[in-house]
């Protein structure tokens, strides 16, 4: 490692938390979009007080929790469209809103649109909706898509100075059912991030962008000192000999010397993006965890984080990950939390 590369120009400014209070701002989630209401003639055969045949008046579901709502709108045979919106001093849970109103006469087979209370989206952690945040902060982002299409079990200290050792690449994980590479799953997600980030703005650089490469961990996590990433994001899935585990989980260093003075911010990037991932693809939460054994985090001066986007020795997790569709929306997941953390 070259000398006197940990200076972080903008990771300096990300990781006070002076600076990170003065800027507390929310960038992703736009006001919900309105739906068109609903037609003036059936507004007016509500005003008479007659429902014809086949519809059905809505009925008020404000106030009630999300899941009372969608029980009642659907014992009525109609669909339901839950959008989260920033809980400020409501319940979470509770519907704020809804659209077409209560008292609308609408088919049964109507979709009708609510708010819930969220404290997990919106300005509900404080601040105003700021959308170029991140692109006038020019923000970098490193991504490290993990693995490679082959292993190189040659070894490199585990941390700086370490006479402990580690593979340099361990063998990717393979699909019990697609057969599809842990290598190749990262990339394409590594991919869709880094489109997600750029919209915003930030400037994104990638360790590899083929499975045809040979970089140890050390040598990506230096790519991300050396690009002066304010956060270092490595994408992983996961296996296991237990073939029914699932879920989504995230990793920070923690628990050593090298990893004391990132330890703090990656964690906080850690459950911004583990609950970002959950929120939008469903999976389950197996929450995040800190580790103090992996090159790639020890040789970090920047903050970095794995998120484990699924098990590939689970058939249904396999088969997801196997999709461009649920790709995309994992990738929408860690970039939204990783949007989340540098506005913070
Ligand atoms: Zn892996």
């Not at 300096?12 to 309105?34: D, F, K, N, Q, Y």
């Not at 979470?92 to 997990?120: H, K």
């Not at 990132?262 to 906080?268: C, H, P």
């Not at 088969?319 to 939390?337: D, E, K, N, P, W």
Request: a neutral charge.
């Amino acid at each position: 490692m070259a000398a006197g590369i940990v200076v972080v120009i903008f990771g300096a400014a990300a990781l006070s938390s002076g600076w990170r209070a003065a800027h507390r701002m929310s960038i992703l989630e736009p006001a919900p979009v309105t739906m068109v209401s609903e037609p003036t003639a059936l507004a007016s055969v509500a005003a008479s007080g007659s429902v014809p045949a086949g519809r059905i008046e809505v009925p008020s579901v404000v106030g009630m929790t999300l899941e009372e709502a969608q029980a009642l709108l659907g014992a009525g045979g109609l669909a339901v469209r839950a959008l989260a919106s920033p809980a400020g001093e409501t319940t979470p849970g509770a519907v704020l809103e809804q659209d077409p109103a209560p008292g609308t006469i609408v088919g049964r087979d109507t979709t009708i649109t609510v708010w819930y209370a969220s404290t997990s989206v919106g300005s509900a952690t404080g601040g105003s909706n700021d959308p170029d945040a991140v692109r006038r902060a020019r923000f970098v982002v490193c991504i490290d898509p993990g693995h490679q299409e082959k292993a190189d079990l040659g070894r490199e200290p585990i941390g700086p100075g370490a006479k402990q050792t580690t593979a340099k690449c361990a063998a990717p994980a393979y699909g019990v059912v697609t057969g599809q590479s842990e290598a190749e799953v990262a990339l394409e997600i590594a991919f869709a991030v880094r489109r997600e980030l750029e919209a915003h703005g930030a400037r994104v650089v990638l360790t590899r962008t083929t499975n045809a490469v040979d970089i140890s961990n050390a040598e990506r996590a230096r790519i991300a000192n050396e690009c002066g990433a304010d956060l270092y994001v490595r994408i992983h899935a996961g296996s296991d000999t237990n073939g029914d585990l699932r879920g989504v989980r995230t990793l920070y260093p923690a628990g050593n010397e090298w990893v004391a003075g990132i330890t703090a911010a990656s964690r906080t990037a850690a459950r911004e993006i583990q609950r970002s991932v959950v929120n939008m693809t469903g999976a389950r939460d197996l929450g995040s965890a800190g580790r103090n054994d992996l090159a790639g985090f020890n040789w970090s001066r920047v903050p970095v984080v794995l998120v484990e986007c699924g098990y590939l020795s689970n058939p249904i997790e396999d088969q997801r990950l196997a999709t461009a569709a649920y790709r995309a929306t994992v990738a929408r997941g860690i970039a939204a939390g990783v949007l989340h953390y540098l506005a913070k």
